[in-house]
């Protein structure tokens, strides 16, 4: 079996079964459509209303903006496997899908810290809250976010394209993940695992702590307020983010905590669902539906397109 650094790669999808192929193909195009226009009209109902114009909700349009990219980086690919049945991808596209994959995964957890950084603020230091969240230091947490998310995903990139791989080879995934590729490498990979590892680890691992850490305090804060309406008030002000919370990093969890494979199975395949198609997708159901502010801008904004017609 030859070895390149220029292979070519065959996604397998998720079913060669025709009927199921059908039903799927239904199903992830229903789901990328409804995660599209939930996350467009979260991020119109934000840009429209100026009573929306405050740091959580431009955390929140961050979000937004990078879950209709997340989905899009995987869901076209998977779309066109079960419609044509070819899931021939060049190396050079696999690593670009991949590098997008990263940075929107990365922004993800970083937007997920940002936003309880925010809720922490403004819970644990109400007082000094609009001089810590200035639209100043919002833009840099939000712009240096990227910044890293870039950063690493490239240097994961680079540590890939110096392996050479066997070519003409079968993944068994809907899209090109670091694991199966390293699987089919035909270069000492020991070094560049490890430290891909090591930089994922620090970047997933870090910004759950700091989340925990940042709820250990506003709970302590919430128990300290002397009304059961101001708690029930603050507390409705984290729900959101952390059912957000919740869904992403138990579907992370449950697609990466696992032993190295030669193969993927199907409970992980569904895992690896959760984590790049569902969870992105229902990230603006959760925050529109238990947002007063954010359902009144939407029934406005829906309102006038209807009187227009």
């Given at each position: 079996m030859n070895c390149s650094q220029t292979p070519d790669f065959v996604l397998l999808g998720l079913s060669n079964d025709p009927e199921k192929v059908q039903f799927l193909f239904g199903l992830f195009l229903a789901l990328?459509?409804?995660?599209?226009?939930?996350?467009?009209l979260l991020l119109l109902a934000i840009a429209a209303d100026v009573h929306l114009r405050t740091p959580m909700y431009f955390f929140l349009s961050q979000l937004s903006l990078v879950g209709l990219c997340f989905t899009t980086t995987t869901a076209p690919k998977l779309l066109e496997i079960l419609w044509t049945g070819n899931g021939s991808i060049f190396f050079s596209g696999c690593l670009t899908q991949l590098y997008f994959f990263a940075v929107f995964a990365d922004m993800d957890n970083l937007l997920l810290l940002v936003m309880a950084l925010d809720h922490y603020a403004a819970i644990c230091h109400p007082l000094r809250y609009p001089l810590l969240m200035t639209p100043c230091s919002c833009g840099v947490l939000v712009g240096g976010s990227w910044g890293v998310a870039?950063?690493?995903?490239?240097?994961h990139i680079l540590l890939l394209s110096q392996l050479s791989f066997y070519t003409n080879q079968k993944i068994p995934h809907f899209f090109c993940d670091f694991g199966p590729l390293l699987w089919l490498s035909c270069s000492d990979a020991h070094f560049n695992e490890d430290l891909m590892m090591a930089l994922a680890g620090?970047?997933?691992?870090?910004?759950?702590?700091?989340?925990i850490g940042s709820y250990v305090h506003i709970f302590c804060a919430v128990s300290r307020v002397p009304t059961a309406q101001g708690k029930r008030k603050a507390l409705t002000t984290c729900s959101s983010h952390l059912s957000i919370v919740v869904l992403f990093y138990s579907t992370v969890f449950a697609t990466y905590l696992k032993p190295s494979s030669t193969s993927y199975s199907s409970e992980e395949?569904?895992?690896?669902?959760?984590?790049?198609?569902?969870?992105?997708?229902?990230?603006?159901?959760?925050?529109s539906l238990r947002n007063k502010n954010v359902k009144s801008s939407l029934k406005t904004i829906l309102s006038m397109e209807s009187s227009q017609d």
């Open positions: 990328y459509l409804l995660g599209l226009i939930g996350n467009l870039h950063s690493i995903s490239l240097v620090l970047l997933g691992i870090s910004p759950l702590l700091c989340i395949l569904i895992s690896s669902i959760m984590y790049t198609l569902v969870t992105p997708t229902l990230n603006p159901f959760i925050y």
